[in-house]
Every structure is written in structure tokens, then in C-alpha cells.
T-cell receptor, first 115, second 113 residues
């Protein structure tokens, strides 16, 4: 069964540094998402991406964050000037085109630790 | 801002019995509901969904019930199996929400052999 893959599985970064989290969505999917889960809290929506542009973003997704689809397979989340509170699991997801409300398929996440 | 609430953080059920996981929501704009299952160190896995125009959807051992007037949904697993032990997230998508999924806090299900 096709999977969403995320790399790295664990990223440790010094506070203030930039980090790029990478995702390879399922190949025929056209909608892409990033979510995060801070330890002990619920999974929170960050951003959705379709047709090479952001379609929706949450209040969490401020100027510190950006997303990009640099080629036909990768989808990246860049976090600039990382802060301690950015430490979380970051999940990438993708869904099929077609009718709305297609279930989103999630990767296994990248654990981001900011020191 | 808890638009999707799962009031039971944990549930233990004997193997073979029914597991019932509950979820309440507050946003009337939600029109599509999902259940995800999550194992440790893995991402959420889609389990089953239901549109707001329906009140029941069944897929094998899993059935989701939706009571729109009460803004309540539930997931029934019968019979429960030890492999069902995981965290279950209720989730919702609102009309025109570009498929932004709003998650509940999760219920940890333990199925005891």
C-alpha cells in the first residue's frame, strides 16, 4: 500500500537555527498538509497546500514557517529561527483529488527537538 | 478551543467484547467526521468516516454513528481484538475548510486478552 514518507525521523537543532522537514506524499495525491503534535497535546493543523499554493493555514503557521513543493515528489516544511516551543512531532499528510473529504493519509512523523 | 472533544482519555475492554469510543463536537460547520487510529511512533491511520448527511457507516468490525442534533458521534468496534489497542482520534472537517482536519485529544483503548 502506498505510504507517505517523512525524513528525518528525528531532528535535533539548536535554538535559532533553521530546519527543513521533508515529506514524500503518495504519488497520485494532489492535496498536502502539515500537522504538529506537541507532547501530551492533540494533533494540530498547520497548513494545507494545493496547486502549488497554500489553501489554508492556521494561526500557528506564521512568518516563521513556509512550505514548498520543490519538485514533483517532495513537500517540505521550513521553520526559521527555531524556538524551544517548536519542539513537537510534525506529521505530513496527503489526500487524493476528486470529491471533497477524501481521507488524509499520514506519514510517521518527524520528531523535532530544539535545544 | 476544543471544537472536538473526547472526554474519555482511556478505555479498557475485554477481547471479544464491544468497544465504544465517544466524541462530541461544537462547530456546526463540521460536515464530515473521521476516526483515526494511532500506534506509538507512527502517524495517524485513517479508519472510517461519515458524512453529516448519514447517521451510520459500517466497515467490517467498525461502525461509526452520528447524532447531529446532539453533536455526538461514536465508534463501535465489535468484536474487539488485542491488535485494536491504540489511541483513537475523532476528527472533523468543516464545509469549505480545504480539508483542514480538526482532531480531538484522543482515547487510548486497551483490549485485554
Amino acid at each position: 500500500e502506498p505510504e507517505v514518507t517523512q525524513t528525518p525521523s528525528h531532528q535535533v537543532t539548536q535554538m535559532g537555527q533553521e530546519v527543513i522537514l521533508r515529506c514524500v506524499p503518495i504519488s497520485n495525491h494532489l492535496y498536502f498538509y502539515w500537522y504538529r503534535q506537541i507532547l501530551g497535546q492533540k494533533v494540530e493543523f498547520l497548513v494545507s497546500f494545493y496547486n502549488n499554493e497554500i489553501s489554508e493555514k492556521s494561526e500557528i503557521f506564521d512568518d516563521q514557517f513556509s512550505v514548498e513543493r520543490p519538485d514533483g515528489s517532495n513537500f517540505t516544511l521550513k521553520i526559521r529561527s527555531t524556538k524551544l516551543e517548536d519542539s513537537a512531532m510534525y506529521f505530513c499528510a496527503s489526500s487524493e483529488p476528486g470529491t471533497s473529504n477524501q481521507p488524509q493519509h499520514f506519514g510517521d512523523g518527524t520528531r523535532l527537538s530544539i535545544l | 478551543d476544543q471544537q472536538v472533544k473526547q472526554n474519555s482519555p482511556s478505555l479498557s475492554v475485554q477481547e471479544g467484547r464491544i468497544s465504544i469510543l465517544n466524541c462530541d463536537y461544537t462547530n456546526s460547520m463540521f460536515d464530515y467526521f473521521l476516526w483515526y487510529k494511532k500506534y506509538p511512533a507512527e502517524g495517524p491511520t485513517f479508519l472510517i468516516s461519515i458524512s453529516s448527511i448519514k447517521d451510520k457507516n459500517e466497515d467490517g468490525r467498525f461502525t461509526v454513528f452520528l447524532n447531529k442534533s446532539a453533536k455526538h458521534l461514536s465508534l463501535h468496534i465489535v468484536p474487539s481484538q488485542p491488535g485494536d489497542s491504540a489511541v483513537y482520534f475523532c476528527a472533523a472537517i468543516s464545509r469549505g475548510g480545504y480539508q483542514k482536519v480538526t482532531f480531538g485529544t484522543g482515547t487510548k483503548l486497551q483490549v485485554i486478552p
